[in-house]
């Protein structure tokens, strides 16, 4: 194949932290006290807390914490309220915790504004209490365990709402640990997570017994610059090629959709290289999640201070403004240009990846 977007990845952006803290309640579970000795391993700081509180020296200025509390993987447990699982339609049942928060730098973040304090990605020590409730929502949800349309994809589980939970991988081994749960899991049931990140080699060879779907989050490779510390598209295609011959169920999260010059040529090369990275794959199964751009004013905020310099359109006199189901406000593309975007994905993907299921629009 002769684009470059489907050429073996050539490094891997694996993240280190520069300290590592750790809870006293993480300590007494044993997830958590295999999180800590791998980081250590790996020559990074590990501070062992003497309670469970979190806390980061103050900094004179946002960007000065903002910078530290990015360095900064926090060990912790998840509390009760992550142990009742809530919705996260329209892309799954159920949203299960591995972490919350992401190593990246993604200048659109949707985290931005809804997670509150300094961004510290937290990763959770008591997997197995994660784990052991996960039964108790078996086919209640209302997304595919009640749709027509989905419901031969199970109770579906949402990992990576609050994090990408791959480019953690490396140091928790939590992401593992769930498909190997849902494989062993005799039940309709089916894990969900995207990433922007590529190093899957520790997934391949897992017993994920096809309950386990990847999605690739892509954008044009000139939109790059508003994903900093990510691995590049071209990575991401290749490392989703491995997933499918590997046996697990793939996608296409094309998100966030941002509408910049050239954005038709550029969506059309995107889709015509994802197309040809999955070409030739036995039982290909696919899916296409698509999300347009939008941000709230209190992340738009926030985006602007981490990310002074960066050049992506966030003004609310271009936009349309929507009421969120918790009676805030965010920003969308006019109704026209929705439409036309709505439009020209649905034709185009239906056009070169026939075989992709159009899971929703947003």
């Not at 980081?39 to 590990?46: R, Y």
């Not at 360095?71 to 949203?95: N, Y």
Request: include cysteine; aromatic fraction near 8%.
């Amino acid at each position: 194949m002769a684009t470059d977007l489907l050429q073996p990845p050539a490094s891997r952006r694996a993240w280190r932290p520069r300290r590592v803290l750790v809870t006293r309640a993480a300590r007494d579970h044993a997830h958590g006290q295999a999180i800590a000795a791998r980081a250590a391993g790996l020559g990074i700081e590990v501070v062992e807390l003497a309670g469970n509180q979190v806390r980061l020296p103050a900094q004179p200025d946002e960007r000065r914490a903002y910078a530290e509390a990015k360095a900064t993987l926090a060990v912790v447990t998840a509390p009760p309220s992550k142990l009742r699982l809530q919705p996260i339609a329209p892309s799954a049942d159920w949203r299960v915790d591995l972490a919350e928060g992401c190593p990246a730098h993604c200048a659109y973040c949707y985290l931005a504004g809804s997670l509150t304090g300094p961004p510290i990605t937290r990763v959770y020590a008591n997997l197995e209490e994660i784990a052991a409730v996960l039964p108790d929502f078996l086919g209640k949800g209302r997304i595919t365990s009640r749709s027509r349309a989905r419901a031969h994809e199970g109770t579906t589980f949402e990992a990576s709402c609050y994090t990408d939970p791959l480019a953690l991988e490396p140091l928790t081994g939590s992401l593992s640990a769930l498909i190997r749960h849902f494989g062993a899991w005799d039940a309709d049931v089916q894990l969900r997570f995207t990433s922007k990140f590529a190093d899957v080699s520790s997934l391949l060879d897992l017993p994920h017994a096809g309950r386990t779907r990847m999605r690739a989050s892509i954008n044009p490779p000139a939109y790059h610059r508003f994903e900093a510390g990510t691995d590049r598209v071209a990575e991401r295609l290749a490392a989703l090629r491995a997933m499918a011959l590997a046996g697990y169920k793939v996608g296409l999260t094309i998100a966030p959709i941002i509408v910049a010059d050239g954005w038709r040529e550029a969506y059309c090369a995107l889709i015509a290289a994802a197309a040809e990275a999955l070409g030739e794959i036995p039982d290909l199964d696919l899916t296409a999640e698509l999300i347009t751009h939008r941000f709230t004013p209190g992340s738009a905020r926030v985006l602007t201070n981490w990310y002074p310099g960066s050049d992506l359109e966030m003004d609310p006199e271009r936009r349309a403004e929507k009421r969120t189901k918790f009676a805030g406000t965010k920003f969308v593309y006019p109704p026209d240009l929705m439409a036309e975007l709505k439009t020209f994905f649905f034709a185009e993907i239906g056009r070169v990846l026939p075989k992709a299921r159009i899971l929703y629009w947003t």
